[in-house]
């Protein structure tokens, strides 16, 4: 009963309301955002001169948005003769690489303009500056699509006050914006679709959304606008003919790839104190001893952003400790250890990066899975030269440095259409890798070679270099 009260008590303190962080603009040195595009020769400039205007547009409401004092300047140009991508960076950073030889003039307009908008939501720390670094509590922040709060730092980074600046955010909800003729043809069964949505998507990822607030709007009949967090969704035109399931499923596509945005502290704690501990008491114990909630809430986010689901929770729970709790005697039999290898004496403390408590889970479960025969190798995956990886890594490196390096990561990943999957040398390179392939076509799954079983050939997969250090190579040696 002691244990059970001091839990409770603990549960009444976390849920005492606290003021909201203060939120205000953030001025950042280099007012100007600099935004490149390099378009083929066969769109035309009335087209350039529209797509600029749209993304002008979008970029200021999102600027505003997030709290950043900048104003866009965008720039158009022809790409290399022969080129079949139009290209988008920002402060020279790759932010979209999308292959357009199939689209004609007349339909590149929208499909470009939200293949472009969409990449940039999926990078939208590179909008706060240069000065802001990848690894930072304010990038951390922002990948979420969340305002970060005035003073959040924007170099180093700390877990716990980044998922607590999260978590301590008021009045979270979706809200989502209907024509209103799009809203009449709605009947009761229909009704019902986006509920039906929010509960097929807790019981298949674990991921609790939160409440939807439909706003009807007079646009024309078929158009919607999403609003996730802190930033607004472009307006979707889904036909004058759209039904209310129509939108759902709309819905659904824009939040399955955003599922890591609404991965909350305080859903997780829920579970914890509410469900898990009358049933597991002992593994919630050990968990708390080895792990802050705000690192378990980061490596959930981080698995679920991995895609991996996160419903099975007393599982992850396991391997977390598993992966990296108290030091092991020699007494001590952990159930996910390999056979194969000679027993530890000493387990690594509990990390801090959730990028890498990530990776240690999925390890874990990869072996499992290997040992049982049910284990599946990546399909279609390959691997980054190891000079572009490394780029992507060099301590010190200037703005420019390191936009040459991601430019080269993306070109090469670019130039293999039917790749999947990236295998990454080391762990470290997983977050920088994925991070920059967000701004192609097919984006791929990334995994550190860490995370495959002992019997994976990691020097069989093809490795994909720049073609551009390709034909410079081909002109030196002809």
Same mark, same amino acid.
């Given at each position: 009963?002691?244990?059970?009260?001091?839990?409770?008590?603990?549960?009444?303190?976390?849920?005492?309301?606290?003021?909201?962080?203060?939120?205000?603009?953030?001025?950042?040195?280099?007012?100007?955002?600099?935004?490149?595009?390099r378009?083929?020769?066969?769109? #035309?400039?009335?087209? *350039? &001169?529209? $797509?600029? =205007?749209?993304?002008?547009?979008?970029?200021? @409401? %999102?600027?505003?948005?997030?709290?950043?004092?900048?104003?866009?300047?965008?720039?158009?140009?022809?790409?290399?003769?022969?080129?079949?991508?139009?290209?988008?960076?920002?402060?020279?950073?790759p932010?979209?690489?999308?292959?357009?030889?199939?689209?004609?003039?007349?339909?590149?307009?929208?499909?470009?303009?939200?293949?472009?908008?969409?990449?940039?939501?999926?990078?939208?720390?590179?909008?706060?500056?240069?000065?802001?670094?990848?690894?930072?509590?304010?990038?951390?922040?922002?990948?979420?699509g969340?305002?970060?709060?005035?003073?959040?730092?924007?170099?180093?980074? #700390?877990?716990?006050? *980044? &998922?607590? $600046?999260? =978590?301590?955010?008021?009045?979270?909800?979706? @809200? %989502?914006?209907?024509?209103?003729?799009?809203?009449?043809?709605?009947?009761?069964?229909?009704?019902?679709?986006?509920?039906?949505?929010?509960?097929?998507?807790?019981?298949?990822?674990?991921?609790?959304?939160?409440?939807?607030t439909?706003?009807?709007?007079?646009?024309?009949?078929?158009?919607?606008?999403?609003?996730?967090?802190?930033?607004?969704?472009?307006?979707?035109?889904?036909?004058?003919?759209?039904?209310?399931?129509?939108?759902?499923?709309?819905?659904?596509?824009?939040?399955?790839?955003?599922?890591?945005w609404?991965?909350?502290?305080?859903?997780?704690?829920?579970v914890?104190?509410?469900?898990?501990?009358?049933?597991?008491?002992?593994?919630?114990?050990?968990?708390?001893?080895?792990?802050?909630?705000?690192?378990?809430?980061?490596a959930?986010?981080?698995?679920?952003?991995?895609?991996?689901?996160?419903r099975?929770?007393?599982?992850?729970?396991?391997?977390?400790?598993?992966?990296?709790?108290?030091?092991?005697?020699?007494?001590?039999?952990?159930?996910?250890?390999?056979?194969?290898?000679?027993?530890?004496?000493?387990?690594?403390?509990?990390?801090?990066?959730?990028?890498?408590?990530?990776?240690?889970?999925?390890?874990?479960?990869?072996?499992?899975?290997?040992?049982?025969?049910?284990?599946?190798?990546p399909?279609?995956?390959?691997?980054?030269?190891?000079?572009?990886?490394?780029?992507?890594?060099?301590?010190?490196?200037?703005?420019?440095?390191?936009?040459?390096?991601?430019?080269?990561?993306?070109?090469?990943?670019?130039?293999?259409?039917?790749?999947?999957?990236?295998?990454?040398?080391?762990?470290?390179?997983?977050?920088?890798?994925?991070?920059?392939?967000?701004?192609?076509?097919?984006?791929?799954?990334?995994?550190?070679?860490?995370?495959?079983?002992?019997?994976?050939?990691?020097?069989?997969?093809?490795?994909?270099?720049?073609?551009?250090?390709?034909?410079?190579?081909?002109?030196?040696?002809s």
């Amino acid at each position: 009963m002691t244990n059970l009260a001091r839990r409770l008590l603990d549960s009444l303190q976390k849920g005492v309301d606290t003021p909201p962080p203060e939120l205000g603009t953030h001025s950042v040195a280099d007012q100007p955002m600099r935004v490149g595009i390099r378009l083929p020769e066969s769109l #035309d400039a009335a087209f *350039a &001169e529209g $797509l600029t =205007d749209s993304l002008d547009s979008h970029l200021s @409401v %999102l600027l505003a948005e997030l709290g950043l004092d900048r104003k866009p300047v965008i720039t158009t140009e022809n790409a290399d003769p022969g080129a079949v991508a139009a290209t988008v960076s920002i402060d020279q950073r790759p932010v979209a690489h999308l292959r357009c030889e199939h689209l004609s003039p007349e339909e590149a307009g929208e499909s470009l303009l939200n293949g472009v908008i969409d990449r940039i939501l999926r990078r939208l720390a590179l909008l706060a500056g240069p000065d802001v670094g990848a690894r930072s509590t304010m990038a951390y922040l922002m990948t979420l699509g969340c305002r970060a709060p005035v003073g959040t730092p924007i170099k180093a980074f #700390d877990v716990d006050a *980044a &998922e607590k $600046l999260i =978590d301590a955010r008021t009045g979270e909800e979706i @809200v %989502l914006e209907v024509a209103a003729p799009t809203m009449r043809r709605v009947d009761g069964d229909a009704a019902q679709a986006l509920v039906a949505l929010r509960e097929r998507e807790y019981r298949k990822w674990g991921v609790v959304y939160p409440g939807v607030t439909v706003v009807l709007t007079d646009d024309l009949p078929g158009s919607v606008r999403l609003r996730l967090n802190d930033v607004t969704l472009p307006v979707r035109h889904l036909g004058e003919d759209a039904e209310w399931i129509d939108v759902v499923r709309y819905v659904g596509v824009e939040l399955a790839t955003r599922r890591h945005w609404f991965v909350r502290m305080a859903d997780m704690a829920r579970v914890m104190d509410e469900d898990l501990v009358f049933v597991a008491p002992d593994l919630v114990a050990v968990a708390e001893a080895n792990y802050s909630r705000a690192q378990l809430t980061a490596a959930m986010r981080e698995l679920v952003r991995g895609g991996r689901r996160v419903r099975n929770f007393p599982r992850i729970l396991w391997l977390l400790i598993e992966a990296g709790g108290s030091p092991a005697g020699s007494d001590i039999l952990r159930i996910s250890e390999s056979p194969l290898l000679p027993k530890s004496r000493h387990r690594p403390p509990a990390g801090r990066d959730p990028i890498v408590q990530a990776v240690r889970v999925r390890k874990l479960a990869a072996e499992e899975n290997w040992r049982l025969g049910t284990y599946r190798a990546p399909q279609h995956a390959v691997r980054l030269d190891p000079e572009i990886e490394q780029g992507l890594l060099a301590d010190g490196q200037t703005g420019a440095a390191l936009a040459r390096a991601e430019w080269a990561a993306v070109r090469a990943f670019a130039s293999e259409p039917a790749a999947e999957g990236v295998i990454t040398r080391t762990i470290e390179a997983l977050g920088p890798v994925r991070e920059v392939l967000q701004a192609v076509d097919n984006v791929p799954r990334v995994a550190a070679s860490h995370e495959l079983p002992p019997d994976a050939d990691v020097n069989a997969l093809p490795v994909l270099t720049d073609p551009e250090r390709r034909g410079l190579a081909d002109v030196i040696q002809s």
